[in-house]
């Protein structure tokens, strides 16, 4: 398991284990009410594997049941099927029998789908609905169905309106090549549909991420706010086991996906207002960033600036005791200290949009500057294997301190990106907080609001998240700075001692936000 010790377990699994899962969960559930595998496959997907709410289902109402699910027919038929290896032709319950007999004496069968009319009786094959088609237009159908993809799993009868659903049955005996391929795509919504289970989103992967689950847990991430972060054993790739994007605490998932909405709704004012370029504010000229570090210095005139905030670099270094004081976003100054703030509609969306892109800024320069961290990081092993191959006196771990630092500065600019968002739905967040236990207190019966109370408590719990942020953000641009220079400038306790620190403040910000917001 991958999980935090107190966390979920989280198992990475191939798809051979996850395959015997799925059989082991289908056949269970059949021999339990004694129905066909296929049936019960079908029943359980149709409650997304939820197999007590399935039971409840069944025994209330099993009647309602398989027929909402489309499985009617199929289930009226005797449990256990035909063996689906051998090509004989299925007949396998009495009525069924009875009617082919029946209708023996006419020899001759037409195909509803071809219109061939001269057809023998074991030319055609019968779905327990009693439609039959003839074999040529059944392969015709399956190859069809399967060309459609992951839907192949839900067609119906080709018999025009007839709900009853083609399953694994009708391909292992019509089709048996494709069968592997359609239990694919059964597996794969297996996957996507029982709640506790993510397909790793490595490029080309095919590992599973599953929540270990007790009897009682099997839907149990639907219900949870917690991020749950599952790693690849073969890829290494990191990913939120309930959203399937990257690690992004401390924002959970609801707001996360709100935030991206809301950027691709946002991102032609933020691009246009955020064109790559920038103005020196000394000599005017324009200039590109090109590594990760957000401490300019301009080619021409030398002057040195925050690239966020374009302010002087002085008034930023720990050195000079000056504050690093652009992460935060401050309504005084959007709203004027002039007086009360102007109420119109087009003041307000200004207003609005300002501050979006306020936090939006900071977190694209922090997405990009983790771009680069990446990039970094890659070059650093890329050097460690070099170093190994040519030097006798050095061994490659004499620069894994430089790997571990790169791989710290891509975990806090992924941390320090998403705090970010956090902090642009936080008045929200804060809101919820506040009236959930805080704003009203009964003194004598009387309950009065304490507003004034909570508004103290928001901005307490703004600045100290701000206070968190700042020091996170001074600390991760001194060690991309340690890390930037060339290799022979890079002095190794520094960088270690950076590093160390980095990670502190890194745990401290989002402890701090679990502690006062979960």
Avoid at 68 to 92: F, I, S, W, Y
Avoid at 237 to 254: N, R, V, W, Y
Avoid at 263 to 282: G, Q
Avoid at 382 to 388: A, D, F, G, I, S
Wanted: charged letters at 25%; a negative charge; glycine letters at 4%.
């Amino acid at each position: 398991g991958m999980g935090d010790s107190d966390g979920p377990q989280i198992n990475m699994t191939s798809t051979t284990e996850l395959h015997t899962v799925l059989l082991i969960r289908v056949n269970e559930f059949a021999e339990l009410f004694q129905i066909r595998p296929s049936v019960a496959h079908v029943l359980l997907r149709s409650t997304r594997w939820n197999k007590e709410r399935l039971c409840e289902l069944y025994t209330s109402d099993p009647d309602k049941t398989v027929k909402d699910a489309g499985v009617a027919c199929r289930h009226a038929l005797e449990p256990d099927p035909p063996p689906t290896d051998t090509n004989n032709q299925k007949c396998p319950s009495a009525t069924v029998g009875v009617m082919t007999r029946n209708r023996l004496s006419a020899q001759k069968r037409c195909c509803a789908v071809c219109f061939d009319d001269d057809l023998q009786p074991s030319d055609m094959i019968q779905m327990p609905c009693n439609h039959e088609f003839c074999t040529d237009c059944w392969k015709c159908f399956i190859a069809t169905m399967m060309k459609d993809g992951h839907t192949c799993i839900r067609k119906t009868c080709p018999q025009d309106r007839c709900n009853e659903l083609v399953t694994e049955e009708e391909v292992a005996k019509i089709s048996p090549e494709l069968l592997p391929k359609y239990q694919s795509f059964q597996l794969r919504s297996f996957v996507e549909l029982n709640g506790t289970s993510r397909w790793c989103p490595g490029p080309g992967c095919e590992r599973v991420a599953a929540l270990s689950t007790d009897a009682t847990g099997a839907s149990s991430l639907q219900f949870t706010d917690s991020t749950i972060i599952a790693t690849c054993d073969v890829c290494t790739t990191s990913f939120c086991l309930k959203c399937g994007e990257e690690p992004h605490a401390p924002l959970i998932c609801k707001f996360l996906s709100r935030w991206h909405e809301k950027c691709r709704n946002e991102s032609e004012t933020a691009n246009w207002i955020l064109a790559n370029t920038k103005a020196c504010s000394k000599c005017g000229s324009r200039i590109e960033k090109n590594q990760g570090c957000n401490h300019m210095t301009c080619q021409q005139c030398k002057h040195e600036f925050c690239w966020i905030c374009m302010g002087d670099w002085v008034d930023h270094g720990a050195t000079t005791g000056g504050y690093y004081r652009c992460n935060k976003y401050d309504q005084e100054e959007e709203l004027g200290t002039a007086g009360p703030a102007d109420q119109s509609d087009a003041a307000k969306a200004k207003r609005e949009l300002d501050r979006y892109l306020h936090y939006y800024k900071r977190y694209h320069a922090h997405a990009e500057a983790q771009k680069f961290a990446r990039k970094q990081l890659k070059e650093t092993e890329e050097r460690m294997m070099r170093l190994q191959e040519t030097s006798d006196n050095v061994t490659w771990t004499d620069v894994e301190y430089l790997k571990t630092a790169n791989e710290q500065l891509v975990e806090c600019r992924r941390v320090l990106k998403y705090t970010y968002c956090f902090a642009y739905y936080m008045p929200e967040r804060v809101a919820s907080l506040t009236s959930s236990g805080m704003t009203t207190e009964s003194v004598d019966g009387i309950s009065r609001s304490t507003s004034l109370d909570s508004n103290i408590q928001a901005k307490m719990l703004k600045d100290q998240f701000e206070n968190h942020q700042e020091m996170l953000e001074r600390f991760t641009e001194n060690l991309s700075e340690l890390v930037e220079k060339p290799l022979k400038e890079i002095v190794r306790e520094a960088v270690v001692n950076q590093t160390r620190v980095v990670n502190q403040f890194m745990k401290n910000i989002l402890k701090y936000v679990e502690d006062e917001f979960d």
